[in-house]
């Protein structure tokens, strides 16, 4: 699989899954669920790719005696001979190239907001008092109470209201689900799916559930009136900080109508996750057609018979004694992979191609071969490469029927794999 395939397959299945949630889950009330159903789609989307499930439609081949091993060709980077095909870079790889070097300097750009937001915190830290008894930061600044990771920094304008405890119940579910863990898990995503239109979406689904995991949890011993007043009363807070819980969040109105008609639906998580299982299954599925192996028209199928004479012309399938090489098969096809061995053809690299090639020959009396024919390949160059390979393999014993040495034919699979 090429890095530009990766690319293109993970942000697929990113879409996929991120459009399932918005249809069945984001007005639902399994904040839980969501919350792993939306982590999923992160880690599912990167690793899917990487995941085949081989189906193989079943079809009707011609089998020939004592020829019905594999070949097994692997390309070596390293080795030279590979490298002659190779004078530049395709579209694909620079294409490639361009897009991780775009998501390394996103990456880096994030590591330095993260480390500017680490030392902001730890500067507000410092000029707050923490309060042992409720695990608190207090400070005298006029912002929005929010958490970073394990610690909730709280206004003291806040702490002195009466209703104070329920922003403090907020702010500790935050800290102690450790939601600041998948506020950076959406922004690394972001920097390695930048081209995907989804991405924003996606980070907030996930900003947006956990606030309303934590009014959930703030409001499970009071009542939703003296709540919403205090959602309502923290927008006038500015929140200057970025990847942080905050108590004040611009999605006030969806937290509002989440708290007066949300509703937890079971078989609308069975149905979004079914879906997701499903379709995901399929992506996975590589459908392998069995090839379907025929005669060439030009080649004439002889029934043998003790009273029949044989021209020259006449080609066999099944006789008596089957051709074979003058070496064991083990050493013919030893002799093949060693002639493919570094020639991987660089376009069958580029794109991705493995498979097998069958190619159907005829052994002539001499026992040399001819009419070297691909009659199913791969493409990509190595059809040409394994006509090739056989040509300059070693000449074969010649079949005999009824004692007399006869023209015979024969199909050979070799694979190739990356």
């Not at 392998?288 to 080609?315: G, H, W």
């Amino acid at each position: 699989m090429t890095a530009i395939s990766y690319i293109i397959q993970v942000n697929i299945v990113f879409i996929i899954l991120v459009v399932i949630y918005h249809l069945l889950l984001k007005k639902e009330a399994n904040f839980k669920f969501n919350r792993y159903f939306l982590l999923g789609v992160a880690i599912v989307s990167f690793s899917l790719p990487f995941i085949s499930i081989p189906i193989v439609n079943e079809a009707s081949t011609l089998s020939f005696p004592a020829i019905n091993d594999i070949a097994n060709i692997t390309s070596n980077p390293s080795t030279g001979s590979e490298q002659e095909g190779t004078k530049g870079f395709t579209s694909w790889q620079i294409a490639s190239f361009v897009y991780l070097i775009i998501s390394a300097i996103l990456l880096l750009s994030f590591s330095i907001k993260f480390l500017k937001l680490l030392r902001s915190v730890e500067d507000l830290k410092s000029r707050s008092t923490f309060n042992d008894k409720l695990d608190i930061y207090i400070t005298s600044s006029k912002t929005a109470p929010f958490t970073f990771f394990s610690d909730c920094i709280i206004p003291a304008s806040i702490i002195e209201k009466q209703d104070a405890e329920l922003i403090l119940k907020h702010e500790k579910t935050h800290a102690k689900q450790w939601h600041s863990m998948d506020v950076i898990l959406t922004e690394i995503v972001g920097c390695l799916l930048f081209i995907n239109p989804l991405r924003r979406k996606y980070k907030e689904f996930i900003l947006q559930n956990h606030e309303y995991m934590a009014d959930a949890a703030a409001i499970k011993e009071d009542t939703e009136s003296k709540y919403i007043e205090l959602l309502i009363e923290q927008t006038l807070f500015p929140s200057h900080l970025k990847m942080v819980s905050s108590f004040a969040k611009p999605s006030i109105l969806n937290r509002i109508n989440m708290l007066k008609n949300g509703k937890r639906s079971i078989s609308k998580s069975i149905i979004a996750i079914s879906l997701a299982f499903f379709m995901l299954v399929i992506y996975a599925c590589d459908i392998q057609e069995e090839p379907e192996i025929k005669i060439a028209p030009e080649v004439v199928e002889v029934e043998a018979s003790q009273d029949q004479s044989f021209s020259d012309q006449q080609v066999f399938t099944i006789v008596e004694v089957p051709a074979k090489p003058k070496d064991d098969l083990q050493k013919f096809y030893n002799g093949i992979s060693e002639y493919l061995e570094g020639k991987y053809p660089q376009e069958a690299k580029n794109k991705g191609i493995e498979g097998i090639v069958y190619l159907q020959f005829i052994i002539e009396k001499d026992g040399s071969l001819s009419n070297i024919t691909p009659v199913k390949g791969i493409g990509g160059g190595c059809d040409e490469l394994a006509v090739e390979a056989l040509k300059k393999s070693s000449n074969w014993t010649p079949g005999k029927q009824d004692g007399i040495i006869v023209r015979s034919q024969r199909i050979i699979p070799i694979r190739f794999a990356l």
